[in-house]
């Protein structure tokens, strides 16, 4: 079906370390999005992508959009506590399913380990 | 500040009851897209606005409905309310239709219903 199946669905980071999530589908995307939402706010777009094979970088962040068109990954390099949030990704599918509008997937909560 | 803003950012009610939840949109966005994030939930697509036109639906109950007004501000009603509707309600807006670009998030309506 037309879903975003987002995992890992929550971790834990301890500062420092290099952290990895991915978005992965039966169905082709033409867009690709990630976004950071903190508690008690509105997400906030953080790499957009447009192009199969794209590695894009905002930062400590790098996202990629998957050479089938089928996935996409975000990594972020060297974590700090703030960077704790849920990170969701988003695509729109290639064949105008959903009617054209982003498909959001589940979220990654990353938490600080205790 | 995104530029989306949203009103009001808290809201309790008790069950059975009506709100109107209100969003203006970025300036010189004509897309206005309702979201429904419960706890630890996903964001749920309720439904989409283009240039005051209902554009698409989502998982939108009989119960609630919006509109998006000549001034392009949107609201969102939700009447015979039950305590399942509590949650996080996100508006977001993009420049165009299909929301390409991405969209841009408010900062949420977080709704409790006792």
């Known amino acids: 079906g037309q879903q975003l199946n987002q995992s890992p669905q929550s971790m834990f980071i301890q500062e420092g370390e290099d952290v990895s999530m991915n978005c992965t589908s039966s169905s082709i995307f033409n867009t690709w999005l990630w976004y950071k939402q903190d508690p008690g706010e509105g997400p906030v777009l953080l790499i957009a992508?447009?192009?199969?094979?794209e590695l894009t970088s905002n930062g400590r962040l790098t996202a990629q959009f998957g050479i089938t068109r089928k996935d996409s990954f975000l990594n972020i390099s060297a974590s700090i506590p703030s960077d704790v949030g849920i990170y969701f990704c988003a695509g729109q599918l290639a064949d105008g399913g959903s009617q054209g509008n982003l498909i959001f997937g589940k979220g990654t909560k990353l938490s600080v380990k205790p | 500040d995104s530029g989306v803003t949203q009103t009001p950012k808290h809201l309790i009610t008790a069950t059975g009851q009506r709100v109107t939840l209100r969003c203006s949109p970025r300036s010189g966005d004509l897309s206005v897209y309702w979201y429904q994030q419960s706890l630890d939930q996903g964001l749920q697509f309720l439904i989409q606005y283009y240039n005051g036109e209902e554009r698409a639906k989502g998982n939108i109950l009989e119960r609630f409905s919006a509109q998006q007004f000549p001034d392009l501000h949107s609201e969102l009603n939700l009447s015979s309310l039950e305590l399942g509707d509590s949650a996080l309600y996100f508006c977001?807006?993009?420049?165009?239709?299909?929301?390409?670009?991405?969209?841009?998030f408010g900062s949420g309506t977080r709704l409790t219903v006792v």
């Open positions: 977001a807006s993009s420049v165009e239709v299909r929301g390409l670009g991405g969209y841009t």
């Open positions: 992508l447009y192009k199969a094979g």
